[in-house]
């Protein structure tokens, strides 16, 4: 892959004339038990070269430098690594990817089970952060409400054909993950209910061990409504046949004022009772500052799934510039 940053390094200056750049800087502080305390800071710079001659494509660039600072052992460390980048081309009808990118599977919001390429990690401070996958991913639209898109990448791979039916998405999906050694047959449904505002989805799959030759199925089932009142409801169903386990989510979104949004997540598994809570209060000093402050809480046995987490509260500043 460094053969390819290299090739997007030579041609964003043989023909990347126009450029523009933004900046982004998020901190981040934990306080865990037994005094971890640590301090993340991330400073992104975005990039993006085009040439007006070529106005269907341009590369894309994202960096990240990371320092991560143990207050407890006092010890620091700094990364700089791509977090993006990779060159685009939308036509008409195609649209053509390939490099560092974000590759966009599954309907789900708290769990997406058939997502191989960069799956929710709902327990992060920052679940919206997916790490980028280094693949070749091509879309072709069929007509003006449907379309059909294939990925590659270095063990994993994908076929996925998508339309509007009557009143929702819905798409099939065949998916094949080298690394776990399994083949997935799935789907992807999305769409309003009766028109109540109700928005339903689904997504799930027959999973195949190509190294057991056995099989299980997992799926989700969710739903999300905004109430009047700026309140925003969401929740979401998991079930997985070769563990029986069974998982229930709920994030709860409320606008309090322009400024300030007040976020509770509530992760729990149905078998041992065990589960994550996560209150959190978000507050924009303006287009470009936000302040979060939040906590999270497990309640498990040693022998649960989240029993290997501490405790910890948590400052986010995020600062677009």
Same mark, same amino acid.
């Given at each position: ?16 004339? @126009?450029? =523009? ?43 990240d430098n990371a320092n991560n600072y ?28 390939? +490099? ?7 309907? +789900?919001?708290i769990y997406n089970p058939i997502d191989?390429?960069?799956?929710? @990690? ?11 996958? =280094? ?19 270095? !063990? ?12 929702? @998405? ?32 689904? =997504? ?10 056995? %099989? ?40 309090? %004022? ?27 000093? !303006? !287009? ?6 939040g906590m999270f809480d497990y309640n ?22």
């Open positions: 892959m460094r053969l390819f940053y290299s090739l997007i390094t030579f041609c964003t200056i043989l023909f990347a004339f @126009d450029a =523009e750049f933004e900046v982004e800087n998020t901190n981040i502080v934990t306080s865990q038990k037994q005094n971890k305390i640590k301090d993340y800071n991330r400073l992104r710079l975005y990039s993006q070269f085009e040439d007006k001659k070529y106005e269907n494509a341009f590369i894309k660039i994202i960096l143990n207050h407890k052992i006092k010890k620091n460390e700094n990364k700089t690594n791509f977090y993006r980048g990779y060159l685009k081309y939308i036509g008409e009808k195609h649209l053509f990817v390939a +490099g560092l990118q974000r590759v966009p599977f599954g309907v +789900g919001k191989i390429f960069n799956p929710i @990690d709902s327990t992060s401070i920052e679940a919206n952060e997916r790490k980028g996958v =280094e693949s070749i991913r091509y879309e072709y639209a069929i007509n003006d409400l449907s379309n059909f898109d294939i990925t590659y990448a270095k !063990d994993k791979s994908a076929f996925r054909v998508k339309g509007f039916l009557d009143v929702a @998405d819905i798409a099939l999906v065949v998916l094949e993950d080298k690394k776990e050694k399994e083949n997935i047959f799935g789907y992807e449904l999305e769409g309003e209910f009766l028109d109540s505002g109700i928005e339903l989805r689904s =997504e799930g799959g027959y999973f195949r061990d190509m190294t057991a030759d056995t %099989n299980s199925y997992k799926y989700i089932i969710g739903a999300e409504y905004g109430f009047e009142n700026s309140l925003t409801t969401l929740a979401e169903y998991k079930y997985e046949s070769n563990t029986k386990s069974k998982h229930f989510g709920i994030n709860n979104s409320y606008q309090l %004022n322009m400024l300030t949004k007040i976020n509770l997540l509530i992760i729990k598994n149905l078998e041992d009772k065990s589960h994550i809570f996560e209150p959190s209060l978000e507050y924009s000093f !303006d !287009d470009e500052m936000t302040l979060s402050v498990s046995d040693k022998q649960s799934e989240f029993g290997t987490y501490d405790d910890y509260c948590f400052v986010k500043l995020f600062v677009h510039f």
